[in-house]
Each structure stands twice: as structure tokens, then as C-alpha cells.
């Protein structure tokens, strides 16, 4: 891999999420209704947290929340000690395609359909304003020989290998994934969990929203949530 795809923004001391106070909430006809309620979070570069919750919990929309997909109804929100909370949509977009990516749950919905694998990782390095890095990127996650491939034609667990190396290609600080494995079968998925283990040794921040007790017993911080809030103790250190 070149030099170009494993540099990492340089270190200031600052996190590399941060949340505080953090609200979301949606409104209805009758009423308006929490989804999370004055979170507070910190993520360090290089770190790999896991969030874990119930279905309805408010993990997903913490995910976009940090992956600037979500705007808070209140608090705020930094990136690599710069406050986004009030940023206008091209500076987001930016920051998107530079140094936060979201890996959604459906592997499809990480890929151009209409383009070759080789031309998902090229596309998704031009756009990051980075050279292509090319079939030696392919290979190291595990997908030599598939560049000519309609994205089609990969398994679910290739399509999210696929995504993940799009993100490092681009050159991505934070990987942010949605479910990675929920809708693999168990051996795509635990393709997924090496993938994601090789992202975290390369020093990729890394944020994984999973039921998967793999995932849980992979990340040294585990972060739960439940009806929208982070409770006292819910950030457990330790190694699996």
C-alpha cells in the first residue's frame, strides 16, 4: 500500500469525535419525540469503540450523528477539535469525503452500482482529491482480481470490504459502521471483522454500531446505549 493511503491526519492531542450535550429529536403532528437526549462522547484517534444497544436505542442515529450525516437538535459536535456543529452542507460533504466515512448496514448502499469494483475505489479516491490507489489496495483486503467486476457480482462480505477500502483509499481518519455484518452470512461476516481489525492496525479511528458478539468482544471500549442515553459505567475497558 502507498504512503499516500496510510497517512492519517497528524496528531494535535485533540479527540478525534466529540460530542457534547448532544440532542436529537424528531417532530410529529402531536407531539416531538427524543431519539437521544444529552450525549456526551469522546473518541480518540486511533481508537476502536463499539456501540451496543437494543434495536431503538438511538445507535444508529449516533452513528450519524458523528459521521455528519445527522444534525443535533442541540449540543455540539467537533471534529478533530474543530466545532461542525453549525457548518454549512459543502464544508460537511467535504469532510465526508475526506476524513469521515459512514458504512451503511445494506452493503449496496455503500457502492456506485453502475461502476466496477476498480472504479468504486477510483471514484471514491478522486473525490477525496487522492490518487487511485489501484489493484494493490484490492489485494490487501482480500479482493485481488475482482477490479473488472460489476459490484454486483461480490458477496455481501466483499461489497463491505469493498466499502471499507474505498474509505482507505480515500484516505478516511474515521470508519464509521452501521451493522457491518448483520445481514451476512458467518463467514462474509467474519471476513468483515478482519477487515475492520486491519483498519485499526493501519490506525484508523474506527466507530461500530453491532449486536455481533464478535464486534463486541473485538473492541477494547464498548459503549452502551439505551433510550437514547449513555449511562454511567456503559464504557468498559478491557480486551476480549
Not at 451503511?104 to 471514491?124: I, K, M
Not at 490487501?140 to 467486476?149: E, I, K, N, Q
Request: proline share 6%.
Amino acid at each position: 500500500m502507498s504512503e499516500q493511503t496510510t497517512t492519517r491526519t497528524p496528531s494535535t492531542g485533540e479527540p478525534a469525535l466529540l460530542l457534547r450535550g448532544v440532542d436529537v429529536s424528531y417532530s410529529t403532528q402531536l407531539t416531538r419525540v427524543p431519539v437521544l437526549s444529552g450525549v456526551d462522547l469522546a473518541v480518540s484517534r486511533g481508537e476502536f469503540v463499539v456501540l451496543a444497544g437494543p434495536s431503538g436505542s438511538g445507535k444508529s442515529t449516533l452513528l450519524r450523528v458523528l459521521a455528519l450525516v445527522a444534525r443535533p437538535t442541540s449540543g455540539s459536535v467537533q471534529v478533530f477539535g474543530r466545532d461542525v456543529t453549525r457548518a454549512g452542507n459543502p464544508e460537511l460533504r467535504r469532510l465526508r469525503s475526506r476524513q469521515v466515512t459512514l458504512v451503511y448496514q445494506n452493503p449496496g448502499d455503500n457502492l456506485f452500482d453502475y461502476l466496477s469494483v476498480a472504479e468504486n475505489l477510483r471514484a471514491r479516491a478522486q473525490l477525496a482529491g487522492r490518487d487511485d490507489p489501484g489493484p494493490a489496495l484490492l489485494e490487501r483486503m482480500g479482493l485481488g482480481g475482482t477490479g473488472t467486476w460489476p459490484t454486483q457480482a461480490l458477496s455481501g462480505g466483499q461489497q463491505q470490504r469493498l466499502a471499507l477500502a474505498c474509505a482507505v483509499g480515500a484516505g478516511t481518519d474515521v470508519v464509521l459502521a452501521d451493522e457491518p455484518t448483520s445481514q451476512l452470512d458467518q463467514r462474509s461476516a467474519e471476513l468483515v471483522v478482519e477487515t475492520l481489525t486491519q483498519l485499526h492496525e493501519l490506525g484508523v479511528t474506527l466507530v461500530v454500531a453491532s449486536h455481533d458478539p464478535r464486534l463486541l468482544g473485538l473492541g477494547p471500549r464498548v459503549v452502551r446505549i439505551r433510550d437514547g442515553r449513555l449511562h454511567p459505567g456503559v464504557e468498559k475497558e478491557g480486551t476480549a
